[in-house]
């Protein structure tokens, strides 16, 4: 099985093709993808700390409930129940 390396920056869009079709390579990210990572997560995570700010999506629900404040202890939920959301249907 081959790898491929993410950088943000050169990715094709034959690249992308050949790796969504195949399925047949590792893919991660470069090492500054990951500290970039880090950094927009701790701008989240300080963003919402305290529970005074609201952040559409990180804790409220989605369109028609986007002024529905989730609570702090249903946050992780709400965060997992959204990527299993985007992957219905894929594979």
Not at 27 to 47: E, N, T
Request: hydrophobic letters at 40%; a positive charge; proline letters at 1%.
């Amino acid at each position: 099985m081959s790898s491929f390396l993410l950088n943000g920056e050169t990715l094709t869009a034959r690249q992308l093709v050949e790796l969504a079709s195949t399925m047949s390579s590792v893919v991660d990210l470069s090492p500054k993808c990951w500290d970039q990572v880090r950094k927009s997560r701790a701008v989240i995570d300080d963003m919402v700390k305290d529970g005074d700010r609201v952040v559409y999506g990180v804790n409220t629900g989605f369109g028609n409930f986007a002024n529905k404040v989730i609570a702090k202890e249903d946050l992780k939920q709400l965060q997992l129940n959204l990527i299993r959301s985007h992957s219905v249907g894929v594979g």
